[in-house]
């Protein structure tokens, strides 16, 4: 018999998610962002839920070809760009868009042999201070990108370091609007906080990716008062059950110890498995449907739960690691990190299921 825990990934959640990054940037170009393996749900997934988008995003150029092999037809962009110059030639080859952040960039594009009509995104620094051009060789890389043959359309984008703060983009965006004057291109400048509530960044395109999976970008708060829903169910079942009296302990460290008696669950779950090892005792879990914590220090394949508020729970009962009822934000705050790692960090080891009402 399998291990009892799978990963479930929504396709209609998805959908759902992708309509409302639309509606919260009506009539600009969609860029869905598929990278890290779409986040973790699977890049195949990400494709077939986020068909709708006007182009898919990523950083890896393996998972570029991938989406080509499987029928993506439409625009791919590189949010990294080139690595090396043969990167070049797989964009001139496969019809992938570019971001450009750093001269030898533009010199690989320079140096392209074949012909070739890439579209290039010219990426500033506005204050992450990541990738990017600062002002005047920004504006220096736009007009050599412009006297290339290889290059087709070429677009200006930012990335923001702190759209989820109230006025977090105001300085980025002046420095933005200043490098920009007077150059001729699209704008492409919001990630998801943005989208969600800076209007006036939204430019010509946006490019939505953790609230595509149904997490909020902000530090508080929760995904579904955005309107968002959870695209992935992490679930598994008890496998025993203990009793604890007051004064024992349980897990390794013996980092928690019952005060009163207590029955005690143990989850066919743990750190191998993506969940997060830091998670302390109280973080949220989910079991026959009713909310409760676990206790102790997550193991590799298991982690224990309060029955108290679960008193008919046993062996073979039903848990939700983050979903429906237990938002996966609440389990990343719990443990201090945030909802993009938990998803991207599920292991392998994971069974995925596929939730899709269009099939058929």
């Known amino acids: 018999m399998p291990r009892p825990i799978s990963a479930t990934v929504s396709l209609p959640a998805m959908r759902h998610n992708l ?86 960039q533009v010199d690989w594009l320079a140096a392209l042999e074949r012909p070739a009509s890439i579209e290039v995104f010219l990426k500033f620094n506005s204050g992450m201070n990541r990738l990017g051009f600062r002002h005047d060789a920004f504006r220096a890389a736009f007009a050599r990108l412009a006297s290339l043959a290889a290059v087709g359309r070429v677009t200006l984008m930012t990335h923001f370091a702190n759209a989820d703060l109230e006025g977090g983009a105001d300085e980025a965006m002046r420095r933005f609007e200043a490098a920009a004057a007077g150059l001729e291109a699209g704008r492409s400048l919001a990630n998801s906080a943005a989208t969600l509530q800076l209007p006036g960044t939204h430019g010509d395109a946006i490019r939505p990716g953790v609230m595509l999976y149904g997490a909020t970008p902000f530090g508080e708060g929760d995904a579904r008062s955005l309107g968002l829903r959870p695209t992935m169910r992490l679930e598994s079942r008890l496998i025993a059950v203990q009793q604890l009296e007051p004064g024992e302990a349980v897990g390794y460290g013996s980092t928690f110890r ?98 899709d009402d269009a099939a058929g």
């Open 258 to 355: 019952a005060e009163r008696p207590m029955r005690i669950g143990v989850v066919a779950c743990g750190y191998a498995d993506g969940y997060p090892r830091h998670a302390p005792s109280g973080t949220p879990i989910a079991v026959d449907g009713v909310r409760t914590v676990t206790v102790g220090r997550v193991a590799m394949d298991m982690l224990m739960v309060d029955l108290g508020p679960v008193p008919g729970a046993g062996p073979g009962s039903a848990v939700e690691l983050w979903g429906e009822l237990v938002p996966i934000d609440a389990v990343a705050r719990s443990s201090g990190t945030i909802g993009y790692e938990l998803m991207c960090a599920v292991s392998q080891r994971v069974p995925v299921r596929v939730e």
């Open 19 to 104: 309509a409302l990054a639309r509606e919260r940037a009506p009539g600009r170009f969609v860029w869905a962002v598929v990278k890290a393996n779409g986040y973790g749900h699977g890049l195949s997934n990400a494709a077939r839920g986020f068909a709708a988008a006007d182009g898919l995003a990523l950083v890896e150029f393996d998972g570029a070809a991938q989406l080509r092999r499987e029928g993506w037809r439409g625009p791919v962009l590189m949010l990294e760009g080139a690595f090396e110059a043969a990167d070049v030639e797989q964009a001139a080859r496969e019809r992938l868009s570019l971001v450009v952040h750093e001269e030898r």
